[in-house]
């Protein structure tokens, strides 16, 4: 069974950077492909990355550059690192387990949802 949870989030200044968790509980295979996603107030959800379990990146085009992902399959933690935060970065992020990383779409079939980590992004 597959068992996330984020942290990390909080509240940051523009021009900032954050490095958020997806920790995965013991039960959780540790090559399980994770996807990281957001979703801002009143606005649908996006995808942001999709990592492999052996730690293959894929980006959405538009947050290429200022996100990064990576993983530790030993301490079960996947990375969400995001530089030079902006207003529009403000949302709540979170991780979920995919069957395979796609370039897009794979939010439609992410499963094991964490509670989300909200990142706020003001001065």
């Keep these: 069974q597959v068992q996330l949870v984020e942290s990390g989030g909080g509240l940051v200044q523009p021009g900032g950077s954050l490095r958020l968790s997806c920790t995965a509980s013991e039960s959780t295979p540790s090559n399980h492909a994770i996807g990281w996603f957001r979703q801002a107030p009143g606005k649908e959800r996006e995808e942001i ?3 492999t379990g052996s730690g293959i990146t894929y980006y959405t085009d538009s947050m290429r550059g200022r996100f990064s992902t990576s993983r530790d ?6 990375y969400l690192g995001i530089n030079n935060l902006k207003s529009e970065d403000t949302a709540v992020y ?7 990383c796609l370039t897009s779409g794979y939010q439609f079939t992410a499963y ?7 990142v706020t992004v003001s001065s």
């Design 94 to 100: 979170y991780c979920a387990a995919v069957p395979r």
């Design 49 to 51: 990355s999709c990592i």
């Design 73 to 78: 399959n030993v301490k079960k933690v996947i």
């Design 112 to 118: 094991g949802w964490g509670q989300g980590t909200q």
